[in-house]
């Protein structure tokens, strides 16, 4: 060895005698260590913790909880344990796999269309029970009025629609159980155009509102219950919480929701891989703007819209201006359901997972859930955003089979008409109400009583107090169409003239329905309002009402009582 040969000189001789496999195998090696943890994979975790049992689902409710006693506890899946598909043992394989692929099942919807008073156009879309078990006869099939199979009513997520793969899987596994399911698409998804200045966004639940309305009108017998997936699962809690009693579901389940959509806006562009999910949803969200280019770009700023880089930049742009909001934030905080969790009473099973790369778990309303009676929280460790697939060949999903065992369940059990019961019970209706011997009673829209006088007939008052429910008899006859039945418009035009002309009794509860919603919220604080107000009268009013008693009796009683006395 040469003693000038320097340190470095040595160290690249030897380095140059390893062979070139060797550094492509530390190559390989260090890239799948990076990897491991970019994706979160937790294989290894499952193996050395669980010994691939999978983790036990986490329940979170209110202590003493009727809901849990009489339904959860029966629900074995919710009792159990979440496993993973092996080979998808990372929150953004999961997510990934299921936009690319799902592995959906194969069968065809039947088509539905909605019109809402807005000039709107909702794409409804029927999976029956019939359809998947071979016993329907032709497409044109239709729900009989006095059918007792329930429905579901599903929300999708943000850009999805009917045709998405986790849609798919939930719709066939509910009607494989017996029920009949429809797709309420978003206003301009589903293969349908924007008809309307009104465009859905994270918090509006007029559409969801409406539909629900229409689905118990026109199938009263028919138990209701609604899924909401990821934003779908936030306009259905916030539609929850808004209506509270008022509201003709049954039973409802809300998975992988937003929660809050200022904290999800905050975590999604925290960290490189989250920004992924942005960049996606944005694309989504841009196509979808593209579609509906004529409208957008009259309402919004389209500009803006095609350089959004996020999904904020797109609200800022297009969701604010549409929806008339002052501020992104301000969006955010007001169509966010956190806020209406506790209003909600109707049974409702909420399903989110810890690793869920779009809808951190730091929004979920722990406190908020547990307080409420009504709900049950089931949290997995591992399931990625809608994903949860289970099983080796990963054509499952673990949260779809857990919401059809916790309905079914909810819906074979005395549970919920002891409910109903309880909640009509405090709201008895007197035999003679002065209230009926007086003018006719107008309830407006933000809720106030107004008189009216006399003369008004049944007739009047009925579409009076009826003016603000969209659902009218004459428009679900004349605007609800079926797109394989086209061809007979002109006859159910004529058989909905003749049903107005002699209206049934299904017909006048399905236009005084909100009328007597209205009517029992107004009946809870009638007693107490009134005596407040005359608390307040008395106390407002006694310097003057007292001043002017005191000077009556002094005149009235000058001569009776002493001098001394009226002095004073």
């Known amino acids: 060895m040469d003693c000038s040969d320097s340190p470095y000189d040595l160290l690249f001789k030897s380095l140059s005698l390893i062979p070139i496999f060797h550094y492509l195998l530390g190559f390989l090696l260090l890239s799948l260590v990076f990897l491991y943890n970019f994706l979160e994979i937790h294989l290894l975790r499952d193996l050395i913790a669980t010994g691939f049992r999978g983790h036990p689902v986490s329940l979170t409710f209110a202590s003493g909880s009727e809901l849990y006693e009489a339904v959860a506890s029966k629900c074995q899946i919710l009792h159990g344990r979440y496993l993973a598909t092996s080979w998808l043992s990372s929150p953004h394989l999961q997510t990934a796999f299921l936009s690319f692929f799902g592995r959906p099942p194969v069968f065809s919807y039947r088509r539905q269309l909605f019109h809402t008073s807005d000039g709107g156009t909702i794409a409804l879309d029927w999976l029956m029970n019939s359809d998947v078990m071979g016993v329907a006869i032709n497409m044109n099939d239709t729900i009989r009025k006095d059918d007792k199979t329930p429905i579901v009513v599903v929300i999708p997520g943000l850009t999805s629609d009917s045709a998405s793969a986790y849609i798919k899987h939930l719709a066939f596994k509910m009607a494989k159980s017996g029920w009949n399911v429809v797709v309420s698409n978003h206003r301009g998804l589903g293969g349908i155009s924007v008809t309307s200045d009104c465009m859905y966004n994270a918090g509006w639940t007029e559409d969801i509102r409406k539909i629900v309305d229409h689905l118990h009108c026109q199938y009263p017998e028919a138990p209701l219950f609604a899924v909401g997936t990821s934003i779908g699962a936030n306009v259905l809690v916030k539609y929850l919480g808004e209506d509270g009693v008022n509201i003709p579901l049954v039973g409802a389940a809300a998975i992988c929701s937003t929660w809050d959509l200022l904290i999800c806006d905050r975590f999604i562009n925290r960290k490189l891989v989250q920004k992924f999910y942005d960049k996606a949803l944005t694309i989504g969200l841009q196509g979808y703007a593209q579609l509906h280019q004529p409208i957008l770009s009259r309402l919004a700023d389209w500009e803006g819209i095609k350089k959004s880089r996020s999904v904020r930049d797109f609200d800022n742009y297009a969701t604010r201006l549409v929806g008339k909001y002052e501020t992104v934030d301000t969006y955010y905080r007001r169509c966010s359901s956190a806020s209406f969790v506790g209003n909600v009473s109707v049974p409702l099973l909420c399903i989110s997972t810890l690793d869920d790369p779009v809808c951190t778990r730091e929004a979920i309303p722990w406190d908020e859930c547990k307080a409420n009676k009504n709900i049950i929280l089931a949290t ?172 009556t009796l002094k005149r009235k009683f000058k001569n009776v009582l002493p001098a001394a006395l009226l002095g004073r």
């Open 380 to 551: 997995t460790k591992h399931g990625g955003h809608l994903g949860f697939f289970e099983g080796l060949t990963a054509k499952s999903l673990w949260w779809v089979r857990a919401v059809d065992e916790f309905f079914n369940v909810l819906h074979s059990t005395e549970f919920i008409h002891r409910k109903k019961e309880a909640e009509v019970s405090p709201l008895p209706v007197p035999l003679e109400s002065s209230i009926d011997q007086g003018p006719y009673v107008n309830v407006t829209k933000d809720g106030m009583v107004t008189a009216i006088g006399n003369k008004q007939t049944d007739m009047e008052e009925e579409e009076e107090l009826c003016h603000e429910h969209t659902l009218h008899t004459e428009k679900d006859e004349d605007k609800v169409s079926v797109a394989e039945t086209s061809g007979n418009k002109s006859k159910e035009r004529t058989h909905s003239k003749t049903e107005l002309s002699q209206p049934s009794e299904h017909d006048r509860s399905c236009v005084t329905a909100p009328v007597k919603r209205r009517m029992d919220q107004l009946s809870r604080y009638s007693r107490k309002s009134i005596w407040l107000l005359v608390y307040i009268a008395i106390v407002t009013t006694w310097p003057l009402v007292g001043s002017a008693l005191l000077l």
